[in-house]
């Protein structure tokens, strides 16, 4: 093990994948001072095992009906946090949602920030028209409410999951577009950009080895963020019975359908609230920490 | 008189890396007279000017055996009292104007702020004293130059306007930290030449860091030269041509000379002993 | 017939509505493996004039010519391949997201040039650095050590023409010697021409031939440099100019 620390350490790495693991486990060393970072990071793991091992994990499944167990407070045995009204035990559905949060997320993380990214940069970088064009394209998908676009889409598309995600994505893109602008148009100025347009470089070059990775700690930093937000608008959607459909077990839904029992079986809306809190507040956590991380201090002298 | 006293300073780093020692076992005493500190970047000079004001932040940590000041152990000192001190009584001068003044505040209301929180002064009073001020640093047309933002000044003007800010409340100490290596070579001299009659008509004493070691050679009494965190030297600027450490010695000679001849420029042999 | 000709350049920024007039009708000529210099002070427009060459800032009068052709709008490959430049500060002209390997293969990939792996390990040899500092990226070097390697990559494509914008300034005195003392190295051993631009009176009439000294936007005056070491100048900036610059030289 200390041979492999030693490799990493090593201040004349051999190889370019040395040097950059290298400077990835100095990264590590600085996100595990942050003890809130890790506790996020402890988390957003959680949620990821969970959801890759929910068959092992969950102690009944999570679409069986039990009729006869209907609605047990949490603390019954067998059913640790309780049953909904169709005798279904919640922490089964909480853990088996837990892919439904995680699918979406990795599906809305995967194509918004991406095509925002290409924007920004694009747009940052040509300036003028280019610019002018893509950022007004910006401004209309910005205006919209998430929830009122996923409304339409659903009107034309009908509800389900991947079109909750497309709507999702399709309002999530703009601001990852002006992040990724803005980095650009402080970078472009720089001295190093200018050295490689002086060697000849053409601007697809420039954009995607020089420009790109200077705004990705930015846009990183915003996808984590923006995570919470995310689980949330799905959790919307669901609640308005416009995403997911019953009977899968995603959190937003079973919020909305234990509204009914809020008072008397509070558990029913409650638990799954608070599995969209602590996964939220996870990744804020986590986010904060990796900008800490990732922010520039490479201009310490 | 002695006005500060310094022995066996160190500031260290703790980071993720390890533990980074910028400054390693420095010593020096200063009366009412002109300290330069000349060093590389890495020396540890502008670390040293800090800890004296106590203005270094975790994961920075000063330890020293003694930095006692008019009396007063700043070691041991509270955040309040350093604050009291900071300003008043000790002062200090950064390299670029820029970023040590304001720049959404009017240079006037900068110059009062201090006059009006600290002294109580009244409005009136404060003006005329920034105007004093200013004058004391031959800036001709003071009213103007209150009225104006920091970024409306040239490079030499927002530095005399540092240096009148810093001088208003009549500190003992001041520390200039590279005051003029942000300036253009002519406005330089006149920087230096203000800053050097306010020093004398006041009777304080000055520690002068910079990077340029025949500047602080013709602008103080005494010089002391750092590498790596250490003193290698100290030694009267008049002494300076016979400087024993071949450091200085290489610092001296590396500098390249309008007239001077067009072989390589000797440069400086390093020696890790000189980091003992 | 000069290698690099300078005729009436003018240089207009437009910010906000207002017109700054960076460079003003300004005039000069380099020879082939000669070194020129520019000096003057801030806002004199000299780091503007080698910009101006390089195509990052707008030409709004005159012309430049490289022996005796104009110079291409855009600069394309094959000026690179005949111009190149080093900038002010090795902090800011280095991308810190690349390895030394990554940021001195690129003109060569751009180019198709083959034989990466020894035109680099020669590169690093040339101005100094070891071998193995191949892999390292930027933060991990020094001052004076990235610099180095921002001449390196100025070298690899080979150029006849080497800009230089204070290449020293943000160096200490003494890596500013060895640094001064590798250009003048490479400069002899590759008969490179040299256009250098320093606020430093001193750095400029140990490393250049004939100097022009600027302010303003506007040449004022052009010496020899055996000129400037006897102090024969004309105008009275450039005497002021001398006069600050010597002052602050002991005695001895």
């Given at each position: 093990m200390s041979t492999l620390i030693t490799w990493l350490r090593d201040p004349n790495p051999a190889s370019r994948l040395q040097s950059k693991l290298g400077q990835s486990y100095l990264s590590w060393l600085r996100l595990r001072r942050n003890p809130l970072a890790m506790i996020g990071l402890t988390i957003s793991l959680a949620l990821v095992l969970m959801a890759l091992f929910a068959p092992l994990l969950a102690?009944?499944?999570?679409?069986a009906q039990e009729l006869s167990r209907r609605l047990l407070p949490p603390g019954t045995a067998g059913n640790w946090l309780g049953t909904d009204d169709f005798g279904r035990d919640i922490l089964s559905r909480i853990i088996f949602g837990s892919r439904i949060t995680l699918y979406i997320v990795l599906l809305v993380i995967l194509t918004a920030p991406v095509v925002g990214l290409i924007i920004g940069t694009i747009a940052g970088y040509f300036g003028g028209w280019t610019d002018e064009i893509l950022m007004r394209i910006t401004d209309i998908f910005l205006a919209f409410p998430k929830l009122i676009l996923a409304l339409a889409l659903v009107a034309v598309l009908g509800p389900g999951m991947e079109n909750a995600v497309l709507a999702i994505a399709l309002t999530s893109w703009p601001p990852y577009a002006r992040v990724a602008r803005a980095e650009t148009l402080t970078v472009r100025n720089s001295d190093y950009i200018a050295a490689v347009k002086l060697q000849g470089a053409g601007a697809a070059r420039v954009i995607w080895g020089h420009v790109m990775p200077m705004c990705l700690p930015s846009v990183i930093i915003r996808v984590t963020l923006d995570m919470a937000g995310v689980i949330l608008t799905a959790a919307g959607l669901g609640f308005l019975g416009l995403g997911v459909q019953p009977p899968l077990p995603e959190w937003g839904l079973m919020i909305s359908a234990g509204r009914k029992f809020l008072f008397e079986q509070w558990w029913v809306a409650t638990m799954p609230g608070l599995a969209i809190f602590i996964v939220s507040l996870g990744f804020n956590l986590l986010g904060d920490g990796l900008r800490d991380v990732l922010d520039p201090r490479s201009t310490s002298k | 008189m002695t006005l500060l006293s310094v022995k066996n300073l160190r500031v260290t780093f703790d980071t993720e890396a390890g533990l980074v020692e910028a400054v390693r076992g420095v010593s020096f005493s200063l009366g009412r007279e002109r300290l330069g500190i000349v060093g590389e970047s890495g020396s540890g000079k502008t670390m040293t000017g800090r800890s004296v004001l106590r203005l270094i932040r975790p994961p920075g940590k000063i330890t020293a055996d003694q930095m006692e000041f008019d009396g007063i152990d700043l070691m041991r000192a509270s955040e309040k009292q350093m604050r009291a001190l900071r300003g008043p009584r000790i002062a200090m001068v950064m390299q670029d104007p820029k970023y040590s003044l304001n720049p959404v505040m009017k240079v006037g209301a900068q110059l009062m702020e201090g006059l009006r929180q600290r002294?109580?002064?009244s409005k009136a009073e404060a003006r005329s004293k920034a105007i004093a001020a200013l004058e004391a640093v031959q800036i001709r047309d003071p009213e103007r130059v209150l009225e104006a933002y920091p970024h409306e000044l040239s490079g030499g003007m927002g530095q005399r306007v540092m240096i009148a800010m810093m001088l208003i409340p009549n500190p003992d100490l001041l520390i200039a930290d590279e005051?003029?290596?942000?300036?253009d070579v002519t406005v330089q001299a006149e920087v230096l030449s203000i800053l050097d009659n306010l020093v004398k008509t006041r009777g304080m004493g000055l520690i002068f860091i910079s990077h340029d070691l025949r500047l602080v050679a013709r602008f103080c009494d005494r010089v002391l030269v750092m590498y790596k965190g250490r003193v290698v030297e100290e030694l009267a600027a008049k002494d300076l041509l016979h400087a024993k450490h071949p450091y200085t010695q290489g610092l001296l000679n590396c500098l390249p000379r309008i007239?001077?001849?067009?072989?390589p420029l000797p440069s400086l042999d390093r020696n890790a002993a000189w980091a003992n | 017939m000069a290698l690099i000709e300078i005729d009436n350049l003018s240089v207009t920024f437009t910010a906000q509505g207002r017109q700054v007039r960076a460079v003003q009708n300004v005039s000069l000529n380099v020879n082939a493996q000669e070194s020129f210099g520019l000096v003057g002070e801030s806002g004199s427009g000299k780091s503007t004039i080698l910009r101006a060459i390089c195509g990052l800032a707008p030409i709004s009068g005159g012309s430049i010519r490289i022996n005796g052709k104009a110079i291409a709008t855009p600069r394309g490959k094959a000026f690179s391949r005949q111009v190149q430049m080093v900038f002010q500060d090795p902090y800011a002209s280095l991308h810190p997201r690349h390895t030394i390997d990554r940021t001195l293969s690129e003109p060569l990939a751009i180019h198709g040039l083959p034989g990466t792996d020894q035109r680099i390990t020669k590169a690093l040899t040339d101005v100094g650095l070891?071998?193995?500092?191949?892999?390292?990226?930027?933060?991990?070097?020094?001052g004076g050590q990235r610099q180095r390697v921002a001449i390196a990559r100025a070298l690899m494509l080979e150029p006849e023409i080497l800009l230089l914008d204070e290449?020293?300034?943000?160096?200490?005195a003494s890596v500013q010697a060895e640094t001064l003392n590798l250009l003048s190295r490479l400069r002899a051993e590759r008969g490179l021409t040299f256009l250098m631009v320093s606020h430093d009176l001193a750095v400029i009439d140990h490393m250049c031939d004939r100097i022009l000294v600027m302010q303003h936007g506007r040449a004022v005056e052009e010496l020899s440099r055996d000129a400037l070491a006897h102090a024969e100048m004309k105008t009275d900036y450039a005497r002021s100019l001398f006069a600050a610059s010597a002052d602050r030289m002991l005695e001895g």
């Amino acid at each position: 093990m200390s041979t492999l620390i030693t490799w990493l350490r090593d201040p004349n790495p051999a190889s370019r994948l040395q040097s950059k693991l290298g400077q990835s486990y100095l990264s590590w060393l600085r996100l595990r001072r942050n003890p809130l970072a890790m506790i996020g990071l402890t988390i957003s793991l959680a949620l990821v095992l969970m959801a890759l091992f929910a068959p092992l994990l969950a102690p009944h499944d999570p679409i069986a009906q039990e009729l006869s167990r209907r609605l047990l407070p949490p603390g019954t045995a067998g059913n640790w946090l309780g049953t909904d009204d169709f005798g279904r035990d919640i922490l089964s559905r909480i853990i088996f949602g837990s892919r439904i949060t995680l699918y979406i997320v990795l599906l809305v993380i995967l194509t918004a920030p991406v095509v925002g990214l290409i924007i920004g940069t694009i747009a940052g970088y040509f300036g003028g028209w280019t610019d002018e064009i893509l950022m007004r394209i910006t401004d209309i998908f910005l205006a919209f409410p998430k929830l009122i676009l996923a409304l339409a889409l659903v009107a034309v598309l009908g509800p389900g999951m991947e079109n909750a995600v497309l709507a999702i994505a399709l309002t999530s893109w703009p601001p990852y577009a002006r992040v990724a602008r803005a980095e650009t148009l402080t970078v472009r100025n720089s001295d190093y950009i200018a050295a490689v347009k002086l060697q000849g470089a053409g601007a697809a070059r420039v954009i995607w080895g020089h420009v790109m990775p200077m705004c990705l700690p930015s846009v990183i930093i915003r996808v984590t963020l923006d995570m919470a937000g995310v689980i949330l608008t799905a959790a919307g959607l669901g609640f308005l019975g416009l995403g997911v459909q019953p009977p899968l077990p995603e959190w937003g839904l079973m919020i909305s359908a234990g509204r009914k029992f809020l008072f008397e079986q509070w558990w029913v809306a409650t638990m799954p609230g608070l599995a969209i809190f602590i996964v939220s507040l996870g990744f804020n956590l986590l986010g904060d920490g990796l900008r800490d991380v990732l922010d520039p201090r490479s201009t310490s002298k | 008189m002695t006005l500060l006293s310094v022995k066996n300073l160190r500031v260290t780093f703790d980071t993720e890396a390890g533990l980074v020692e910028a400054v390693r076992g420095v010593s020096f005493s200063l009366g009412r007279e002109r300290l330069g500190i000349v060093g590389e970047s890495g020396s540890g000079k502008t670390m040293t000017g800090r800890s004296v004001l106590r203005l270094i932040r975790p994961p920075g940590k000063i330890t020293a055996d003694q930095m006692e000041f008019d009396g007063i152990d700043l070691m041991r000192a509270s955040e309040k009292q350093m604050r009291a001190l900071r300003g008043p009584r000790i002062a200090m001068v950064m390299q670029d104007p820029k970023y040590s003044l304001n720049p959404v505040m009017k240079v006037g209301a900068q110059l009062m702020e201090g006059l009006r929180q600290r002294d109580r002064v009244s409005k009136a009073e404060a003006r005329s004293k920034a105007i004093a001020a200013l004058e004391a640093v031959q800036i001709r047309d003071p009213e103007r130059v209150l009225e104006a933002y920091p970024h409306e000044l040239s490079g030499g003007m927002g530095q005399r306007v540092m240096i009148a800010m810093m001088l208003i409340p009549n500190p003992d100490l001041l520390i200039a930290d590279e005051p003029t290596s942000a300036l253009d070579v002519t406005v330089q001299a006149e920087v230096l030449s203000i800053l050097d009659n306010l020093v004398k008509t006041r009777g304080m004493g000055l520690i002068f860091i910079s990077h340029d070691l025949r500047l602080v050679a013709r602008f103080c009494d005494r010089v002391l030269v750092m590498y790596k965190g250490r003193v290698v030297e100290e030694l009267a600027a008049k002494d300076l041509l016979h400087a024993k450490h071949p450091y200085t010695q290489g610092l001296l000679n590396c500098l390249p000379r309008i007239g001077g001849s067009r072989d390589p420029l000797p440069s400086l042999d390093r020696n890790a002993a000189w980091a003992n | 017939m000069a290698l690099i000709e300078i005729d009436n350049l003018s240089v207009t920024f437009t910010a906000q509505g207002r017109q700054v007039r960076a460079v003003q009708n300004v005039s000069l000529n380099v020879n082939a493996q000669e070194s020129f210099g520019l000096v003057g002070e801030s806002g004199s427009g000299k780091s503007t004039i080698l910009r101006a060459i390089c195509g990052l800032a707008p030409i709004s009068g005159g012309s430049i010519r490289i022996n005796g052709k104009a110079i291409a709008t855009p600069r394309g490959k094959a000026f690179s391949r005949q111009v190149q430049m080093v900038f002010q500060d090795p902090y800011a002209s280095l991308h810190p997201r690349h390895t030394i390997d990554r940021t001195l293969s690129e003109p060569l990939a751009i180019h198709g040039l083959p034989g990466t792996d020894q035109r680099i390990t020669k590169a690093l040899t040339d101005v100094g650095l070891p071998t193995n500092f191949r892999f390292r990226y930027p933060h991990q070097l020094s001052g004076g050590q990235r610099q180095r390697v921002a001449i390196a990559r100025a070298l690899m494509l080979e150029p006849e023409i080497l800009l230089l914008d204070e290449p020293t300034s943000a160096l200490d005195a003494s890596v500013q010697a060895e640094t001064l003392n590798l250009l003048s190295r490479l400069r002899a051993e590759r008969g490179l021409t040299f256009l250098m631009v320093s606020h430093d009176l001193a750095v400029i009439d140990h490393m250049c031939d004939r100097i022009l000294v600027m302010q303003h936007g506007r040449a004022v005056e052009e010496l020899s440099r055996d000129a400037l070491a006897h102090a024969e100048m004309k105008t009275d900036y450039a005497r002021s100019l001398f006069a600050a610059s010597a002052d602050r030289m002991l005695e001895g």
